[in-house]
């Protein structure tokens, strides 16, 4: 089955830049989306179609695609940001619906 | 006020059944199609199975093919999820989300909080 690859931990200091990576054969083919998920919490979108911004979502969240990985980028890192973080994606026939492993960010 | 309430989780045996239910408020509910997603204790998210507007496009994970069923009715803006042949691997949050789009495209803005299947005897 397919499957989207994330690193299970990205640890950053304030004010840096936070940048977690997800890889799979399809995401030339399918977009790519990444959800915030704080514990407790249901899971918040703050980047969709690869690159776009919801509103409401603060400019520091951008994506980016080139080929096989898609990214998500968190400039001037704030502790709020600590959360679990998911991409997520379709199958290269888009008819199936999956998720990358998620990635704990750590505010040192 | 624009949200999506899941109902019907529950302490169920290994192999019995359970339905879960999602009440969509707000909205448009006919307009988009709706995922299941679930979250085990301590892991991550997983896709579980989607349903188009007009419930003429259903797609499952592999994980439940065969023993889930997806289903809508709009007149009553409810989702539903029939869940048998239940397994302690089933044990998970599961959340309710709504897709952008009429059809499956995999853009989930909106998500329930969520109701937890327990499954053991």
């Known amino acids: 089955s397919y499957e989207l690859t994330q690193p299970p931990s990205v640890s950053v200091s304030p004010g840096q830049t936070a940048r977690i990576t997800c890889s799979g054969d399809a995401l030339p083919k399918q977009y790519a989306y990444w959800y915030q998920q704080k514990p407790g919490q249901a899971p918040v979108l703050v980047i969709y179609k690869d690159s776009e911004r919801p509103s409401g979502i603060p400019e520091r969240f951008s994506g980016s695609s080139s080929g096989t990985t898609v990214t998500l980028t968190i400039s001037g890192v704030q502790a709020e940001d600590e959360a679990d973080y998911y991409c997520q994606s379709a199958d290269s026939s888009g008819t199936m619906g999956v998720f990358g492993g998620g990635t704990k960010l750590t505010v040192l | 006020e624009v949200q999506l309430v899941e109902s019907g989780g529950g302490l169920v045996q290994p192999g019995r059944s359970l339905r879960l239910s999602c009440a969509a408020s707000?909205?448009?509910?006919?307009?988009?199609?709706m995922h299941w997603v679930r979250q085990a204790p301590g892991k991550g998210l997983e896709w579980v199975s989607g349903i188009s507007w007009n419930s003429g496009s259903i797609g499952y994970a592999d994980s439940v093919k065969g023993r889930f069923t997806i289903s809508r009715d709009n007149a009553k803006n409810s989702l539903y999820l029939q869940m048998n042949s239940l397994r302690a691997e089933d044990t998970a949050l599961y959340y309710c989300?709504?897709?952008?789009?009429?059809?499956?495209?995999?853009?989930?803005?909106?998500w329930g909080r969520g109701t937890l299947v327990t499954v053991s005897s």
């Open positions: 989300a709504k897709d952008h789009y009429g059809d499956p495209r995999w853009y989930f803005d909106l």
């Open positions: 707000g909205f448009t509910f006919d307009d988009y199609a």
